[in-house]
Every structure is written in structure tokens, then in C-alpha cells.
């Protein structure tokens, strides 16, 4: 039995990020299958991603459209097909959360918090060490 200290925790999952190669198309099939419109799309830049982001009650559906070939999501794509790309968990201070995965021994992508969609600082951490899970941490700015 492992013993753990809950000062700092996830707090819900805060969505899901499903990469999608045509986002017209995908977001008329999610607008379908939630029977909702998506309320938001926006570009970061900085990860080659245009997003669509849908409510489905406490937690959001973020769909990620390549904007370019060297993008991480036309990668995923190329490699593994549309689908499940990460799980993102809201947290109240992506710092110290931060520093707590790494004291577990989680390999972060960004060990510093950067600006992410949907007015949120977020930090991926790495599958390598999350059991092929890509991880999103997401605080609200
Ligand atoms: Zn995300």
C-alpha cells in the first residue's frame, strides 16, 4: 500500500483532446453526437493547433486541427491515426503540481507552465512516463 500526501491533487478532468484531420467535418460529427455547437475555436500558435472546444457538463471536448505538416498533431496523425490524443486535469497550482510529478518521477514536456486554449496555463507531461498517456495539467490563468 502506497502512501500518499493529497496536499496538491487533480481536480476533474477538464477534457479531452481528440485529433481530427478535417475540423469542419469533426465538429458537425461531435456537434451530432453531444447535440451541442461547439462554443469556441481558437489558434495556438506556438503548438501548430487550431482548437474546437465543445461543453458536455463539468468537461469539455477540445478538438486539435493541425495548422501545419510539422505540427504535433499532424505527427500524432501521420503515426497513430485521429483519435484520443490527451487527457487534460484541471489543478489549482500547476507550479507546485508541477514539482509534485516530478518528485513522483513523471518526465514533464514543459517543466515551466506556458499559455495554453481556452484561457488556461498548462504543462504537458510526457507518455514515456505516463503509460502512453499523453497528460495536459491545466490551471485557469
Ligand atoms: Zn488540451
Known amino acids: 500500500m502506497l502512501f500518499l500526501t493529497f496536499a496538491e491533487k487533480m481536480n ?14 469533426a465538429e458537425a460529427l461531435y456537434s ?9 475555436r481558437e489558434e495556438v500558435e506556438s503548438e501548430g493547433v487550431i482548437t474546437s472546444f465543445f461543453n ?13 505538416a510539422d505540427s504535433p ?8 491515426g485521429e483519435g484520443i490524443h490527451h487527457i487534460a486535469f484541471a489543478v ?10 516530478k518528485g513522483e518521477g513523471f518526465q514533464l514536456i514543459h517543466e515551466v507552465a506556458k499559455a495554453g ?14 503509460g502512453g498517456v499523453l497528460i495536459e495539467l491545466c490551471a485557469d490563468v
Open 117 to 130: 486554449a481556452d484561457n488556461k496555463r498548462i504543462a504537458f507531461l510526457h507518455p514515456k512516463s505516463s
Open 12 to 25: 476533474k478532468i477538464e477534457h479531452i483532446g481528440i485529433a481530427v484531420k478535417n475540423l469542419d467535418e
Open 92 to 101: 489549482d497550482d500547476i507550479e507546485s503540481e508541477i514539482e509534485r510529478l
Open 73 to 80: 498533431i499532424a505527427k500524432f496523425i501521420e503515426k497513430r
Open 32 to 40: 451530432k453526437l453531444l447535440n451541442a455547437k461547439p462554443y469556441k
Open 56 to 68: 458536455c457538463g463539468p468537461n469539455k471536448i477540445e478538438l486539435l486541427h493541425a495548422t501545419h
